[in-house]
């Protein structure tokens, strides 16, 4: 499957966002999906993921409450909604599909997302 992932920017303290991760080749209904960041001089940090048909989600304990995956089956397009948010947040932001065991075979090119105090 290929990803494209949009929707960063710059936002405010306390402001929202909503990533955006077209897919191409499957439909996002039959593979999991995931966000992950990586902030500079950090290592690559999992957010959330959306298991496939079923649609059960997962949040790493720093996002949740505040950030939301979800799919379109119609669009073929994961989300990843952000509220809330906070310069601790600001990194290059990626999506992922069709897991294998830990590892994911497909990687979106990533989004920035910057907050501003």
């Known amino acids: 499957v290929q990803l494209q992932a949009s929707g960063g920017g710059l936002v405010q303290d306390g402001g929202s966002l909503r990533l955006s991760c077209a897919a191409s080749?499957?439909?996002?209904?039959?593979?999991?999906m995931a966000w992950f960041r990586q902030a500079l001089g950090k290592e690559r940090e999992f957010l959330a993921a959306?298991?496939?048909?079923?649609?059960?989600?997962y949040y790493a304990d720093s996002v949740k409450g505040r950030f939301t995956i979800s799919r379109d089956n119609a669009k073929n397009t994961g989300y990843l909604q952000m509220n809330s948010l906070v310069p601790a947040d600001t990194a290059v932001y990626y999506c992922?599909?069709?897991?294998?065991?830990?590892?994911?075979?497909?990687w979106g090119q990533g989004t920035l997302v910057t907050v501003s105090s």
């Open positions: 080749g499957r439909t996002v209904f039959d593979v999991d």
């Open positions: 992922a599909a069709d897991r294998d065991g830990d590892s994911w075979r497909s």
């Open positions: 959306i298991i496939r048909r079923d649609g059960r989600t």
